[in-house]
């Protein structure tokens, strides 16, 4: 997988946070996550990324830990004043609900995107799930992407409903979750939401169904590539399994340097398969230990997991 | 798929009734219904099935209707005086909610099933979900079939555990969906669950979850099989679905007369295709009608909407 693709490097755009977790199994205060975080380490596994995020002086030297010696460009994560945004959830028994205790924006509440010269352009975009204001500003700044990916989250389709219209103009690949969007859409059933979604710009649109795997609209009306979730035994930490999926997803896609049917339902399973490592541990814990042996293992084991011929 | 595997013919044992069904799109009354309905026209498609069940008078030649020009022997289809088993039920709008508004069991009441001598050296046997103390009588009646696959529900998980305890011990194949799953395990976690079930009795799990696919383990410890549902633009009448997917499962394993990993997961997806049909319209109507032309297309379909390579 090499540097040298139509669609490399990703321009990641997103949060960089301090998380505080509270799950069945324990908890942890101020590890490392946000969207851009998880996107980028795991996109990295496949392709060069230039990551744009704010953190305040209590980030210190974390991001040198996490992202050196990975393929991500730091020269857009700015330090300011101030501490780092905060994020706290507590998960239930099951880990199917998550209350969020609280969020502190803190430097992220005056963040506005600036993309370096180098950067603007950036043969893949990736915007992460911040205020579509702050997309649309990304997106003014770069110079006619080959590919727009894009992340939102109920909170937006609710409270910036007009901004995230324009976003979506603009886009080519939405990764949403199943719930936001039926949201997005007006419509319970997935395929017709996936259609009214497609109507207001995005070609592709991605939904994430959490343990049921992921559901992908394919170019041809009406047809779809649909993967099911590893099964997992335990999972420990589901916090980032989504921008984590996403940077798979986008990462191997850009590596592939091609957007064709083939290429993007093998891009879904690499993006499920990051994920899949990602919920094992707390934070980034597990992808920061992740090698190429064991992607390539577990892709061969969604192989087995799904395969079968015609006998 | 001819009629000589070592797997054919199938004997079925279930509920043959009279639905009627109230949905967002419109009602039906009296209406062909019932579990060893839907299993035996499914299966059909595939093998030879003998029907074991009891009808009452106001069946009257439905039985013709239905079953006949099918590869489906209907010596073991009894009618006695009295009422068929009548079931109403009404969808709530997006038809993920159902609520049963009346069960009449009439003629099933007295049900017990009579195995015709002819039918006892049958290969497989498939136990409809019925009463386990029914289940287990029809176990008693036949002679070391290679294969026992049934269903059950919350009804008799809850109702009589003991006697479903003993069911399990003489089945192979257990086909629940997930939320039964969790109640017969007591795991909330569907590896785990499928794990203490096999720990049971039955050497192979198949998880029914609805528009999500299908989960089935493998025999090597800890390895599964999973297909997702084909996205439907409309699901019209999902009464009977699960049956039909049963139908179809042991029907296409049936037909190839081996469990190897390659059958298994080839009869998943036969199960899921005939469901997908099923779905489409009230009662039996879609699957009346369906061809192998039909069958062999959207199975197809499914190798699209699932296959990826390693690039």
């Not at 980030?59 to 101030?82: K, N, S, W, Y």
């Not at 901004?163 to 997935?190: C, H, M």
């Not at 064709?260 to 093998?266: G, Q, T, V």
Request: net charge negative; aromatic share 10%; charged share 25%.
């Amino acid at each position: 997988m090499s540097g040298s693709s139509p669609l490399s490097p990703i321009l990641a755009v997103g949060s960089v946070a301090l998380d505080t977790i509270k799950n069945p199994f324990g908890e942890v205060s101020r590890v490392v996550g946000g969207s851009a975080t998880y996107f980028s380490v795991a996109a990295a596994f496949f392709t060069d990324v230039r990551l744009v995020a704010v953190v305040g002086e209590d980030f210190a030297d974390r991001g040198a830990e996490l992202f050196e010696g990975r393929r991500i460009d730091l020269a857009g994560l700015q330090t300011v004043p101030g501490e780092t945004f905060r994020w706290k959830g507590e998960y239930g028994f099951d880990l199917n609900t998550r209350e969020t205790i609280y969020t502190k924006l803190n430097v992220f509440e005056q963040f506005e995107p600036t993309i370096p010269d180098a950067y603007r352009t950036s043969p893949v975009v990736f915007l992460g799930n911040i205020h579509p204001r702050l997309q649309l500003e990304v997106l003014d700044q770069v110079e006619k992407p080959h590919l727009v990916a894009a992340d939102t989250m109920n909170y937006w389709i609710e409270g910036a409903p007009e901004e995230l219209r324009e976003v979506l103009k603009r886009v080519d690949i939405l990764i949403i979750n199943d719930a936001e969007a039926r949201e997005l859409s007006g419509e319970a059933n997935l395929v017709k939401a996936a259609c009214v979604i497609r109507a207001m710009g995005p070609s592709t649109v991605v939904v994430k169904k959490g343990e049921h795997g992921v559901l992908m609209t394919r170019p041809c009306e009406g047809e779809f590539f649909a993967a099911p979730a590893m099964p997992l035994e335990q999972v420990f930490d589901p916090t980032g399994a989504g921008d984590t999926f996403a940077g798979g997803f986008v990462g191997s896609l850009a590596a592939c340097g091609e957007m064709s049917d083939a290429a993007m339902a093998r891009a879904i399973i690499y993006g499920s398969t990051i994920a899949s490592f990602a919920v094992e541990e707390f934070s980034l814990d597990r992808l920061l230990r992740l090698t190429q042996e064991d992607i390539k293992e577990r892709f061969g084991l969604f192989r087995r997991l799904t395969y079968f011929d015609e006998g």
